[in-house]
Every structure is written in structure tokens, then in C-alpha cells.
T-cell receptor, first 114, second 116 residues
Framework: GNSVTQMEGPVTLSEEAFLTINCTYT??????LFWYVQYPGEGLQLLLK?????DKGSNKGFEATYRKETTSFHLEKGSVQVSDSAVYFC?????????????FGTGTRLQVTL | GAVVSQHPSWVICKSGTSVKIECRSL??????MFWYRQFPKQSLMLMAT?????????EQGVEKDKFLINHASLTLSTLTVTSAHPEDSSFYIC????????????FGSGTRLTVV
């Protein structure tokens, strides 16, 4: 079956530090990959996505590249801000398409301090 | 962009009563809606998938008689927690997707249910 593995949190960084949150996946087909962000007490917001190998999703300074050879979709940001503190979820849909359910990782909590 | 409105944002109910949560797509037709449950500091657990006009498909282990899902129109899905008990207390989130909507899934803001 499909699964998503994320690095354990929480991740605590100082403002302007470099962020990497690792995500690897297992899928029977050729999935679409997503990163979602959840702020306290809220639902999920799509941060970025990629639908095929070597695609790079980017948004708000965050980037992730779909690596088929390593089955990975690591999230990166060059300089984090306090406002980036949230929980980040890696997810896949397989088969790709919005009628398919999403499989989520366990989430990684990011705390950014001044 | 696509917006999904979920209400109420929080609700407290007495044990044994039923609670209805609504999920509306405001600017697109949601052919498929998903209902998730999230425990504190944990990931989202898919409860069921519903397609407009069809019966919901429940994930293994989810009681369909307890968690009633209705998706009677292309803009509205409801989740009713029947005979709620304290163990049903959780954060419930809906997600919607629609035909021709290419950017993925849109999530509601979630409902915090507390059963006392």
C-alpha cells in the first residue's frame, strides 16, 4: 500500500536558519506529492505540490523537488521566520487525481524562535 | 481561489446527543469530499470519502452508523456524529475536490468537538 514517512519533530530553529524536513514515500503507482501546513487550531493549507519526477514545487520561499529515484519530496526553506511556526504534512495521492484520497505523513512540528 | 467553509468551528455537546458538522464548497462544485479525524499532535486519519449523490465509502474501522455522512449536493456535505461519547472528542476536518479543479484538495478550517 501507500505510505508517507516524515522526519520526527519537533524541529526548533532560530529565525533566518535553513530548514529541511525530510519526506519519503512508498506508492504502488506514480503519485502526486504535496506539502500542507497547519497552523494551530486551523485546517490544512496547501503549501506546494508536484505531479511528476523532477518537478519542483515552490511557494512562500518553500521548495520541494519530486525525486523518483530516491522516492523523496523533502521540504526546504532558506531562511525561516517566526511566522513559519506550524505543523507540516507531507502527503501523496495515488493514483493522481483529486478523486483519490490523500495519504499523510505523521506531520512535523516546526518552532521558529527569535 | 477555491474555498471550503466548515461549520461550526467548535462545539461542545452532552454525551448521548448528536452533532452535525457542515462542509460547503463556496466557489466550486465539490464532486468528492473527504472527512478526516485528527487527534492532538497526530496526523489526519481518513474516515470516509463521499461522492455527490452516492453513499459514502468508509475506511476500515470507522463505524458508518455512528458517523453519518451525507453528500446530497455538489456544494454541501455533512458529517453527523450520532450518540456522541467522550471518546468521539476530536478535531474533524473536511476536504473537497471538484471536476476540473486542478490544484488539488481544499480543506475546511476544522471543527473541534468536545463531548462532555
Amino acid at each position: 500500500g501507500n505510505s508517507v514517512t516524515q522526519m520526527e519533530g519537533p524541529v526548533t530553529l532560530s529565525e533566518e536558519a535553513f530548514l529541511t524536513i525530510n519526506c519519503t514515500y512508498t506508492a504502488t503507482g506514480y503519485p502526486s506529492l504535496f506539502w500542507y501546513v497547519q497552523y494551530p487550531g486551523e485546517g490544512l493549507q496547501l503549501l506546494l505540490k508536484a505531479t511528476k519526477a523532477d518537478d519542483k514545487g515552490s511557494n512562500k520561499g518553500f521548495e520541494a523537488t519530486y525525486r523518483k529515484e530516491t522516492t523523496s519530496f523533502h521540504l526546504e526553506k532558506g531562511s525561516v521566520q517566526v511566522s513559519d511556526s506550524a505543523v507540516y504534512f507531507c502527503a501523496l495521492s495515488d493514483p493522481p487525481g483529486t478523486a483519490s484520497k490523500l495519504t499523510f505523513g505523521t506531520g512535523t512540528r516546526l518552532q521558529v524562535t527569535l | 481561489g477555491a474555498v471550503v467553509s466548515q461549520h461550526p468551528s467548535w462545539v461542545i455537546c452532552k454525551s448521548g446527543t448528536s452533532v452535525k458538522i457542515e462542509c460547503r464548497s463556496l466557489d466550486f462544485q465539490a464532486t468528492t469530499m473527504f472527512w478526516y479525524r485528527q487527534f492532538p499532535k497526530q496526523s489526519l486519519m481518513l474516515m470516509a470519502t463521499s461522492n455527490e449523490g452516492s453513499k459514502a465509502t468508509y475506511e476500515q474501522g470507522v463505524e458508518k452508523d455512528k458517523f453519518l455522512i451525507n453528500h446530497a449536493s455538489l456544494t454541501l456535505s455533512t458529517l453527523t456524529v450520532t450518540s456522541a461519547h467522550p471518546e468521539d472528542s476530536s478535531f474533524y476536518i473536511c476536504s473537497a475536490s471538484g471536476t476540473g479543479y486542478l490544484t488539488g484538495y481544499t480543506f475546511g478550517s476544522g471543527t473541534r468537538l468536545t463531548v462532555v
